[in-house]
């Protein structure tokens, strides 16, 4: 690979990073940023920053609405997939990237397809 590929290869991956963080400061404003740390939107720099959390998610699960739960599980799964996959299996649809999606509004549907788009593994 010449220099400029590995260039360009670099300044795609940073591309990305920055996105898929975008991106998921979105869906943790969304969902509320109790559910995420150990930083906030404003202070964090990095995915790490804004995991999500066993504890609160786990309380308010059963208490979102069918979407939000749905959206919920899905962002999960980008941290941790088969915590994704064990929150996807306590509500009432299949467990997979349509059934995740398919009630969805534009908004969170937008937030999940930047994250697929820009997603490097966590």
């Known amino acids: 690979m010449n220099k400029d590929n590995v260039m360009n290869v670099l300044l795609q991956t940073e591309e990305k990073h920055a996105r898929f963080l975008a991106a998921w400061k979105r869906g943790v404003e969304f969902l509320g940023p109790g559910l995420f740390g150990p930083k906030t939107v404003e202070t964090a720099r990095d995915k ?9 998610v786990s309380a308010v699960f059963k208490q979102e609405s069918g979407g939000e739960e749905q ?4 962002m999960v799964s980008f941290y941790d997939p088969i915590w994704g996959e064990q929150l996807a299996s306590r509500i009432n649809c299949p467990r997979s990237v349509c059934g995740l999606t398919y009630n969805l509004d534009h ?5 999940l397809c930047e994250l697929l788009i820009n997603y490097e593994g966590w």
């Open 48 to 56: 790490d920053d804004l995991r999500p959390l066993q504890e609160p």
């Open 71 to 74: 959206f919920l599980a899905a």
């Open 107 to 111: 908004e969170c549907t937008s937030i």
